[in-house]
């Protein structure tokens, strides 16, 4: 036996604005979402400010009963859906970035992001553990962006859940442009091996990888994702650059003038509704900016247990390096200064 329903992922512009005006195209799309028939409703990672590398994340981070957490719980009653969003949350001195799903009587369940990416670190801190929703769509796996690379979280949900779902706002830091205060700029072209190394692999994560362990637990997906461009200064942009050097050292010429590295790139694609086979039932082009997907999706009656061997990363060793450690430690730091700032 089998049972069906009808899911959403909503994709989102990522240059940050107001938390009322991005509150406001957030409730157009989730409305546009119920009246296709979705009961599952998925907004994008950090879809309350957007996604930047900015001091204002640290005063836009919102307690549990901030303006976003209220919204989500009226909005999932209004349209009569479960609603998932992800928000910078400030708990206990700490910030985390929290995954919500609202269910239409106020019922709320919560994932936090384990594996900061990079520079994210920055911003917020990690919290270990997989989190399921026991609600009355079925049991419904969380995870967040980065944590989506991490095979040993999709295990976790193995044979215990019915769908997965995956909010994301994934920068293509793996297809960038730094500039430097004095207006030069360089391409992942210019850092050697690393450079060869991680260019263009961003995709590979929120294309086939997701699909592929999605297929492998035997359960559908909503992931969402961002769309646009990114500019930002990077956190630590100095510390960021020595990391480089050792590949890299023709970098050196610009030391001078990184005391403020600008990163630009696009999102990566990623908006999407797959089935339990792996198979994609409805995608966005980054192209059609904010817009719904919408899919019906097929959940078994039972527990599905993984099938075979689980598929291995298609990410090279360096990118978990990189994002999970080297980069994470040069940030934290500035973390720890701006919490400290908050209660100051």
């Not at 976003?68 to 719980?73: K, Y």
């Not at 999407?272 to 082009?285: N, Q, W, Y």
Request: glycine letters at 8%.
């Amino acid at each position: 036996m089998t049972r069906k329903l009808t899911a959403a992922a909503i994709q989102m512009n990522a240059a940050c604005a107001p938390t009322e005006t991005r509150l406001e195209r957030a409730g157009r799309l989730v409305a546009e979402a119920a009246a296709a028939g979705a009961s599952l409703v998925a907004l994008p990672e950090i879809f309350n400010t957007g996604y930047c590398y900015s001091d204002e994340n640290y005063q836009r981070a919102e307690p549990l009963d901030g303006e976003t957490v209220a919204w989500m719980r009226m909005t999932a009653a209004q349209h009569g859906v479960h609603l998932a969003g992800s928000l910078l949350l400030r708990e206990g001195g700490e910030i985390f970035n929290a995954l919500l799903l609202f269910a239409p009587d106020g019922r709320m369940w919560r994932y936090d992001k384990t594996y900061p990416w990079g520079w994210e670190r920055a911003y917020f801190r990690g919290r270990r553990g997989v989190s399921v929703a026991h609600t009355d769509l079925g049991d419904i796996g969380l995870l967040i962006c980065w944590d989506a690379a991490h095979r040993s979280l999709w295990k976790g949900y193995a044979g215990q859940v019915d769908l997965m779902l995956v909010a994301s706002s994934p920068p293509d830091v793996t297809n960038p442009t730094f500039s430097f205060e004095n207006g030069e700029s360089v391409t992942f072209d210019e850092f050697g091996l690393i450079g060869r190394i991680l260019k263009d692999t961003g995709k590979y994560l929120f294309g086939e990888m997701v699909n592929q362990q999605t297929a492998w637990l035997g359960v559908p997906m909503v992931q969402t994702v961002a769309s646009g461009h990114l500019r930002t200064v990077l956190p630590a942009s100095r510390a960021t650059l020595l990391t480089f050097l050792p590949a890299a050292p023709s970098l050196m010429r610009h030391w001078s003038d990184a005391r403020q590295v600008t990163l630009e790139c696009d999102f990566i694609p990623g908006c999407k509704v797959v089935d339990a086979e792996g198979r994609v039932r409805s995608a966005l082009a980054q192209s059609d900016g904010e817009a719904v997907a919408v899919a019906e999706i097929t959940l078994a009656d039972e527990k599905p247990r993984p099938r075979g061997a689980q598929p291995k990363s298609p990410l090279p060793a360096l990118s978990y390096l990189l994002s999970d450690g080297i980069l994470p430690a040069l940030t934290a730091p500035v973390y720890r200064r701006g919490v400290r700032r908050l209660t100051e």
